[in-house]
């Protein structure tokens, strides 16, 4: 039996992971915590990670040390990202996350299966924790969004917290929400492609 022919297409402008969490206000719609964690296996711009995140001072729980901006190890991602990816989703524009420098930060990451996954973040003197638990589903989402054909694999989660030098953020997951079916999710194996 002879293989099918692939189909092979270019304009490939990131490739890699982009698990997200946005916590609310319990029992109220107002988002207090929103990050979006990027790891490009490939990109233009190189590889490496980039955090983008905000978190409102006073409903989080976390006053002075709430974050608002990008940490990377590639600074030029975390500009690439924002600048290439984040045109049209209004629910993270205007909240000054790109006002200021990018961040330097290393990253680690631990994953539990399917009851956890933790990346951290860790800057000169900040240390920001992102844990997904309890992986609810597991399914291909294809989607195309202004000049992008995009897919990933999602992985929608029951929980998820975010803590911020030792202090863990106040807000809980909405479930369903989005293309993902909760606003904690894993997205692995994520690809952008100009179209």
């Known amino acids: 039996m002879a293989l099918p022919e692939p189909v092979i297409?270019?304009?490939?402008?990131?490739?890699?992971?982009?698990?997200?969490i946005i916590l609310y206000r319990p029992g109220s719609d107002d988002i207090v915590v929103l990050v979006s964690m990027w790891t490009a296996r490939y990109s233009p711009v190189g590889a490496?990670?980039?955090?983008?995140?905000?978190?409102?001072?006073?409903?989080?729980?976390?006053?002075?040390e709430a974050p608002a901006g990008?940490?990377?190890?590639?600074?030029?991602?975390?500009r690439y990202v924002?600048?290439?990816?984040?045109?049209?989703?209004?629910?993270?524009r205007g909240r000054g996350i790109e006002t200021g420098p990018v961040v330097p930060a290393r990253?680690?990451?631990?994953?539990?299966?399917?009851?956890f996954h933790r990346i951290?973040?860790?800057?000169?003197?900040?240390?920001?924790e992102l844990e997904w638990r309890d992986v609810l589903d597991t399914f291909q989402v294809m989607t195309r969004l202004t000049g992008f054909e995009t897919s990933a694999i999602g992985r929608p989660c029951a929980g998820a917290?975010?803590?911020?030098?030792?202090?863990?953020?106040?807000?809980?997951?909405?479930?369903?929400?989005?293309?993902?079916?909760?606003?904690?999710?894993?997205?692995f194996a994520e690809t952008w492609r100009e179209i």
């Not at 990008?70 to 975390?78: C, G, K």
């Open 161 to 187: 917290e975010v803590r911020v030098n030792g202090v863990a953020a106040r807000g809980e997951v909405h479930q369903p929400e989005g293309w993902f079916g909760s606003s904690a999710a894993l997205a």
């Open 9 to 20: 297409q270019r304009g490939i402008a990131i490739a890699g992971e982009n698990p997200m």
């Open 120 to 128: 951290t973040c860790v800057s000169a003197t900040t240390t920001i």
């Open 70 to 78: 990008m940490y990377a190890d590639n600074p030029e991602l975390a």
């Open 82 to 92: 924002w600048e290439n990816f984040y045109r049209d989703y209004d629910t993270i």
């Open 48 to 64: 490496g990670r980039a955090l983008l995140v905000w978190a409102d001072r006073t409903a989080s729980g976390l006053g002075s």
């Open 107 to 115: 990253f680690t990451e631990v994953s539990g299966g399917d009851r």
